[in-house]
């Protein structure tokens, strides 16, 4: 049995938007709304299910389009304040380093609650924390945590 070319849009974008959501957020919210919008737009006729190139073309345009009215409203809710505010309630608390560790001077990842988050060793901290180490949140602005070793 073979999933209907729409279908098959409708799960590639669901599937980059949860990629977005639990992953590193390189931009795939974008693409997989861009890829339900084709895969809309095959279900309701606009393009039929074998004109690859018209639904690339869909996919470039409605990701683009996504892209730009949605760019700056994404990056000043990542980075307001209040947004900042909301998750202060979690300095404090302990984490756990992430895959391949964390080295001073660059960006790694820290488990929290059950979530993956990104993550960075406080200015001071020369040492490199290795996969599994536990550590306490000194801050967090965004979706960056500043982190120390116990």
């Not at 979530?115 to 996969?131: C, Y």
């Amino acid at each position: 049995m073979t999933l209907p070319v729409s279908i098959l849009w409708l799960l590639a974008g669901a599937a980059l938007v949860a990629l977005e959501a639990f992953g590193p957020g390189l931009g795939f919210l974008f693409i997989g709304l861009g890829a339900i919008a084709t895969g809309v737009a095959i279900e309701v006729g606009v393009v039929t299910p074998t004109d690859y190139i018209s639904q690339i073309a869909i996919l470039f345009i409605s990701s683009g389009l996504f892209a730009i009215l949605l760019w700056r409203k994404l990056k000043t809710w990542h980075t307001s304040p209040e947004t900042a505010e909301r998750y202060s309630n979690m300095v404090g608390d302990q984490a756990s380093v992430g895959k391949g560790g964390l080295t001073p001077g660059k960006e790694g990842q820290v488990g929290w609650s059950g979530t993956t988050m990104r993550a960075v060793l406080a200015p001071e901290i020369t040492v490199t924390l290795a996969e599994g180490a536990t550590v306490t949140i000194v801050a967090v602005k965004g979706n960056l945590v500043t982190v120390k070793p116990n």
